[in-house]
C-alpha cells in the first residue's frame, strides 16, 4: 500500500472566479512563501475555475491559500514519465488504453531531458496499479521535493 | 342653478356622442359625472364592506379589531376606518382562506409571485371575469381600440394573468385576438405583418426589443399597422414612451394591474396623461407608508386599493406597495374617473424583472434548499439591450467545493432552474468563493440594481 501512495501527488485545486488578478494573487501567495510552481493548469467553468497547482511544498502552499482565504484543497493525481520526442505522447497514451486507464483530465510539462504527464483518474489507487503494471514510470511525490530531477 | 346645470349637460351631451362615435364599452359608467360617481362608488364600498363583514371570518375580526362595522361607512372618506391588507395576509391564507365563495363557484385560479416560496392565489367567479374584462375592455376602448382592430396579445399566458386578461379584454370589445404569448420575436413580428395587427399588448422593455429586431430583419414598424403599444408591468419612463413613438410610431399606452386585484384592469386614456382606474371597480388611496395617513390629490405616496365588486378573493385596502401619485380633476378626456401618474418606486424590495415580480426573499427562500452553497447572496439586476438580466451570486460551501469542474458545473446548473421554476423568470447564477461577498450588520442591501429606464 505504501508502495502505492508514494506515487500519489498532491496537486493543489484552487477554486477562482473568473476574474482578472485571481492567479496572479495565487502566485504571488507562492512567490511570498518562496515556493516553486512546477506545474499548472486552469479549468475553465461556467464563471468561474479551477486552478490546479504541482508545487514543490504542498502543505506549506495551502497553508497559505487557506490563510489567504482560498477555497482549496488537495487532489491525488500521478505522474508518468514519457520521452521527450515525437511520439512520446503517443506512447504512453496508447499504453494507458491498454491498461484500461480513464483520464479525468491531464496536462504536461517537459523537464529536460524528460516530459510528464499529469493524470486525474477517477480510482488513483488502481489507476497506480495498473500503470505500473504495463511498465511506464511513474514519478513519486519526493520527485517534486526542491531540486529533484528527473531519471533520464 | 342654471350654471351647475349646464356643464353637467355639456358633459353628458359630449359623453353621449362619443359614446356613439368611438364605442366606448359602457359608456354610461365612463363618462358619469363624479357625483354620480361618488354615490355609485359609496354605494359599492358599503356593499362590500358588508359582505365581507358577514362572509370573511378574516375580515370580520380585523374590522373588529378596529373597531369598526359596515354601518361606520357612510362616506367615501371612511374607507380609512377599514383595516388594510398586506401581501403576508395573502401568505398566511394560502391557498384559499381568504376566499368568499363555495369553491364550485370559482371559475378559474391564477397565481403571482409571493415572498417566500409559495405564490398567491386568486380564483374568480364568473362574474369577477367579467368584471376584470370589463375593466380592460373600456380601458382599451378609450384609447380608441375596438371591432376592427387586431390585437397581438405578447404578454405571458398561464398562471400569470397578463395574458388571458388582455385576451378576454380584447374578446369583449370585438376586437381580433393574436395570442402570441411571449418568445419567438421573428414569427411575432412576422404576425404583425401578415395579420395586420394594430395593437400590441406586452412589458414596454419588450416592445422595445420587438422594435429593434423587427429594424434587423430589415421592417419598418412605421409603415405597418401597428400604431398602439399596450404597455405595462414593469416601470417605465417618458423617454421610453418617446423612443417608442418616434422610433416604431408606435403610441405607448401606459397599463397598470395586479394578479391580486385580478390582473390587467387599467389603462390611459387615449390623452395619455395618468391612468383612469374606474370608481366602480376600484377605490384608490394614497397614504404616508409610515403614518398611514391618506395622503392629498398631488401627493407622492403609498397606493391602497380597494376592489369594489369582487366576489372570490376580496381585496380591501390592500397595500400593494407601488408609490404613485393621485389626479382627482377631471380628465381632458372628460372622464371624472381619478387617474394616477406613473409609479415611481416601491416601499418593499420587490423587484420586477422583464414583467415579473421578483422578491429578494423569494430567491433565499430558493437558495436555502442547496445545501452546497450559503446564505449570502446579492443579486445584480442591469438592462442589457432593452431585456433585463438578474444575477444571483452564491457562495459556494468549502465541504461542496470539488475539483471536478463538471460537478460544479451541474451544481450551478441546478440552481438555476430552480431558481427559474420558483420565479418563473429565468437568472443566471455565479458560485463566488465563501466569504466574498459583503456581510451587512443591520439591513442588508443584497440588491444591486443598475438599470436605466
Known sequence: MNMVNEFKIKQLSIFSENKPGRLAAVAKAMRDEKINILAFSIAEGAGYGVIRVIVDAPERALDRLIKDGFMVRFTDVIAVEMSDKPGGLYELTEMLAKAGVNIEYAYAYRNKPCAVLIIRVEEVDDGIAKIRQHGAKLLDSSHFQVDSNCSR | ?453
Open chain 2, 1 to 453: 342653478m342654471l350654471s351647475g346645470y349646464i356643464p353637467e349637460f355639456r358633459t353628458r351631451f359630449r359623453a353621449t356622442i362619443m359614446g356613439i362615435i368611438m364605442g366606448l364599452l359602457n359608456e354610461r359608467i365612463q363618462m358619469m359625472p363624479r357625483k354620480e360617481l361618488d354615490e355609485l362608488q359609496l354605494k359599492l364600498l358599503k356593499a362590500q364592506a358588508r359582505r365581507l363583514y358577514e362572509l370573511s371570518p378574516f375580515y370580520r375580526e380585523r374590522m373588529k379589531a378596529k373597531n369598526v362595522t359596515p354601518e361606520d361607512i357612510r362616506t367615501l372618506d371612511d374607507s380609512a376606518k377599514l383595516p388594510f391588507m398586506t401581501k403576508k395576509d395573502l401568505r398566511d391564507f394560502y391557498p384559499d382562506k381568504l376566499f368568499t365563495v363555495p369553491r364550485r363557484e370559482i371559475i378559474r385560479y391564477h397565481a403571482s409571485s409571493g415572498t417566500t416560496g409559495k405564490p398567491t392565489i386568486v380564483g374568480y367567479t364568473r362574474k369577477d371575469i367579467d368584471m376584470w374584462a370589463e375593466s380592460l375592455g373600456r380601458s382599451l376602448t378609450s384609447v380608441g381600440l375596438g371591432e376592427d382592430d387586431v390585437i397581438q396579445v405578447a404578454n405571458t399566458y398561464g398562471l400569470f394573468t397578463g395574458g388571458l386578461g388582455f385576451h378576454y379584454a380584447a374578446e369583449r370589445i370585438g376586437a381580433a385576438v393574436v395570442p402570441a404569448s411571449t418568445g419567438n420575436t421573428e414569427r411575432q413580428i412576422q404576425m404583425i405583418q401578415d395579420l395586420g395587427v394594430t395593437a400590441y399588448a406586452a412589458t414596454p422593455s419588450y416592445m422595445m426589443y420587438v422594435g429593434e429586431v423587427a429594424e434587423k430583419m430589415g421592417i419598418d414598424l412605421k409603415q405597418s399597422t401597428l400604431k398602439t403599444g399596450l404597455l405595462g408591468a414593469e416601470p417605465w419612463s417618458d423617454k421610453m414612451r418617446d423612443r417608442i413613438q418616434s422610433q416604431y410610431g408606435i403610441r405607448g399606452i401606459n397599463c397598470f394591474g395586479a394578479s391580486e386585484l385580478s390582473g390587467p384592469l387599467f389603462t390611459e386614456c387615449s390623452e395619455q396623461t395618468g391612468i383612469h382606474f374606474w370608481k366602480d371597480v376600484a377605490l384608490v388611496e394614497i397614504i404616508d407608508p409610515e403614518t398611514h395617513e391618506k395622503l392629498g390629490p398631488g401627493e407622492s405616496g403609498e397606493m391602497v386599493i380597494t376592489m369594489l365588486q369582487k366576489e372570490a378573493f376580496p381585496i380591501i385596502r390592500y397595500r400593494i406597495g407601488d408609490i404613485t401619485m393621485l389626479e382627482e380633476d377631471t380628465c381632458s378626456c372628460g372622464r371624472a374617473h381619478p387617474r394616477i401618474t406613473r409609479i415611481t418606486g416601491r416601499v418593499d424590495d420587490m423587484l420586477i424583472i422583464r414583467g415579473i415580480n421578483v422578491f429578494p426573499s423569494q430567491v433565499e427562500h430558493c437558495l436555502n434548499t442547496n445545501p452546497e452553497v450559503g446564505n449570502e447572496f446579492q443579486i445584480l439586476v442591469e438592462r442589457k439591450g432593452h431585456l433585463d438580466e438578474m444575477l444571483v451570486k452564491v457562495e459556494l460551501k468549502p465541504e461542496a467545493f470539488t475539483d471536478n469542474i463538471l460537478e460544479l458545473n451541474a451544481l450551478r446548473e441546478r440552481i438555476t432552474s430552480k431558481l427559474r421554476n420558483s420565479l418563473n423568470v429565468g437568472a443566471k447564477v455565479e458560485l463566488v468563493p465563501p466569504g466574498s461577498l459583503p456581510r451587512y450588520e443591520g439591513k442588508a442591501k443584497r440588491v444591486k440594481d443598475t438599470r436605466e429606464i
